[in-house]
């Protein structure tokens, strides 16, 4: 075989010298995808039946495929997520890369038509907004102290997500003329959308009602 400037991956930035005419026509096969090549096997690029490059192989003449100066198939795709896709069609496994999504490599997948990848990518997908979709919803506590009279307004003009969930009459601490005024705690909540807090961060309720009882404003995660 001529010497190929790929890289152990099966495919590099440079151009790949033709291999002899025998190994070319009956093993390898060189492909172009959006200017870096990769050179493979046809029994690797037949392991999906029907899909675009088994019927490459085949030579499909329904299939339009150009190559290059030097014998290559041209794909105009995405060359980063074609190396997943070819490793899949390897040995059968799905690796991606922290900086690709399976997003795009489900977008790879259908365009080459490789049905057991693309099977695979949506149950990944699925699986992922599974665990976001089952995260459990942390809430803010805050405890406000007020007099009767100013209970109703305070009520009345909760916002920004916050809704009232306890009310305590801890008795009348300050006597105005006449009237005694009661005095409340009033516990509200809102929903906390930082996920970055820890897992027990969310207080059970004998915790809420305990820390009612001795702080005048708090907040719990």
């Avoid at 992922?128 to 009279?149: F, G, M, N, S, W």
Wanted: with cysteine.
């Amino acid at each position: 075989m001529a010497e190929c400037q790929c890289d152990a991956s099966g495919h590099g930035s440079r151009r790949c010298p033709l291999l002899s005419t025998g190994e070319s026509s009956s093993k390898w096969v060189r492909l172009n995808v959006g200017g870096t090549y990769f050179l493979t096997t046809k029994q690797t690029l037949s392991r999906e039946p029907k899909s675009f490059l088994y019927r490459l192989c085949q030579a499909d003449p329904e299939l339009d495929s150009d190559k290059d100066e030097s014998g290559a198939y041209l794909i105009d795709r995405d060359p980063v997520y074609f190396g997943p896709v070819l490793n899949y069609l390897r040995h059968g496994k799905l690796v991606l890369n922290k900086n690709l999504t399976e997003e795009g490599a489900l977008e790879e997948a259908e365009f080459y038509n490789i049905t057991s990848l693309i099977k695979l990518i949506k149950e990944k997908i699925r699986e992922r907004d599974a665990k976001i979709t089952h995260t459990p919803v942390k809430h803010v506590y805050r405890v406000l102290q007020c007099q009767e009279e100013e209970l109703t307004q305070m009520v009345s003009t909760m916002s920004d997500g916050w809704k009232f969930e306890q009310l305590v009459n801890i008795g009348s601490s300050y006597n105005y003329g006449n009237e005694d005024q009661a005095e409340f705690l009033c516990v509200v909540s809102k929903e906390l959308h930082n996920h970055s807090y820890g897992n027990n961060s969310q207080p059970s309720e004998k915790a809420k009602v305990s820390c009612v009882l001795c702080f005048s404003t708090v907040y719990y995660e």
